[in-house]
């Protein structure tokens, strides 16, 4: 029932900027934090900005200066924006948000918390 939709992403220069922007299909307070995260083929999933609830942000070092996170709470959309593009930073960008409230698991008798994951989308930045 919750989707999160990333757009913006695209070819550029390096040196260049780039706006991406997540759209959530409800309140992002009910999320207890959102991001960022970036793959490049063959690499790890990494975390490249993350917003909280409370508006506290952090940053992955090799973005720090370059790239800011930011939200709309009337839109329920999150922004990242890339600026001074380099070609390191190709990859697959995925909107990320985590549940405020925690979920009971009868089976295992266990709480949960649920992550969500958008569909990502591409920025290529060519040398």
């Known amino acids: 029932q919750v989707q999160l939709v990333e757009s913006g992403g695209g070819l550029v220069q390096a040196g260049g900027s780039l706006r991406l922007t997540c759209a959530a299909s409800?309140?992002?307070?009910?999320?207890?934090?959102m991001g960022w995260y970036r793959q490049a083929p063959g690499k790890q999933r990494e975390l490249v900005a993350a917003i909280t609830s409370g508006g506290n942000t952090n940053y992955a070092d090799s973005v720090k200066g370059r790239f800011t996170i930011s939200r709309d709470n009337a839109e329920n959309t999150v922004y990242l924006q890339m600026n001074s593009l380099k070609p390191e930073d190709t990859a697959v960008y995925y909107c990320?948000?985590?549940?405020?409230?925690?979920?009971?698991?009868?089976?295992?008798?266990?709480?949960?918390?649920?992550?969500?994951w958008g569909q990502g989308t591409q920025v290529t930045v060519s040398s």
């Open positions: 990320n948000a985590k549940d405020a409230l925690i979920t009971y698991v009868v089976s295992t008798k266990t709480w949960s918390r649920k992550d969500y």
């Open positions: 409800k309140t992002i307070f009910s999320f207890n934090a």
